[in-house]
């Protein structure tokens, strides 16, 4: 079993940016493909970028490309969510979730470990 705890988030401008970071415990993060999802009030939790355990393949929510970056650090057990340009409408909790397998990374179900969240809010 794995914990996550993610932290960053906060308020900021649209156009600036944000990294959040997902530090995990109880087991080596390598050995999980790892997701970024977030949920808006009044809406359903989405997908927006995941990277996969062994070949770190990585996936985006076409309203994130190019403008977010997922990456890992399996030494520190950390997986990051660099996100620039930031709109409004990227306003959420952010949740980073952890899955055994490397396919279907877009779908909620596939994860087995959720994290608490994180807010971000972007003001413009």
């Known amino acids: 079993q794995v914990q996550l705890v993610e932290s960053g988030g906060g308020l900021v401008q649209a156009g600036e940016s944000l990294r959040l970071s997902c530090a995990a415990s109880?087991?080596?993060?390598?050995?999980?493909?790892m997701g970024w999802f977030r949920q808006a009030p009044g809406k359903e939790r989405e997908f927006v970028a995941a990277i996969s355990r062994t070949i770190l393949r990585t996936y985006y929510a076409d309203s994130v490309q190019g403008r977010f970056t997922v990456s890992r650090v399996n030494a520190k057990n950390t997986v990051y969510l660099q996100m620039n340009s930031l709109k409004s409408e990227d306003t959420a909790v952010y949740y980073c979730?952890?899955?055994?397998?490397?396919?279907?990374?877009?779908?909620?179900?596939?994860?087995?470990?959720w994290g608490q969240g994180t807010q971000v809010t972007v003001s413009t």
């Open positions: 979730a952890a899955a055994r397998g490397e396919s279907e990374l877009g779908q909620i179900s596939t994860y087995a470990y």
């Open positions: 109880g087991r080596t993060l390598s050995t999980y493909s």
